[in-house]
């Protein structure tokens, strides 16, 4: 099976708070083909911002 175009591509998620803090994860491209927005806890501002997928 080939791993250069997978169906859950690895995605950066920024802090909006602009920490520049960022997380790391995987999405499925066929359940949530639009960017991606999560509510997770920034350490450098210490509360919980939204995180928004990068490209």
Do not use: F, L
């Given at each position: 099976m080939a791993k250069g175009q997978?169906?859950?591509?690895?995605?950066?998620?920024?802090s909006t708070a602009g920490?520049?803090?960022t997380y790391v994860?995987?999405?499925?491209?066929?359940?949530?083909?639009d960017r991606l927005t999560l509510q997770k806890y920034d350490p450098i501002a210490q509360r919980h911002v939204e995180f928004r997928e990068e490209r």
């Open positions: 997978s169906n859950r591509p690895v995605i950066k998620m920024r920490t520049g803090y994860t995987r999405k499925s491209r066929r359940n949530t083909p």
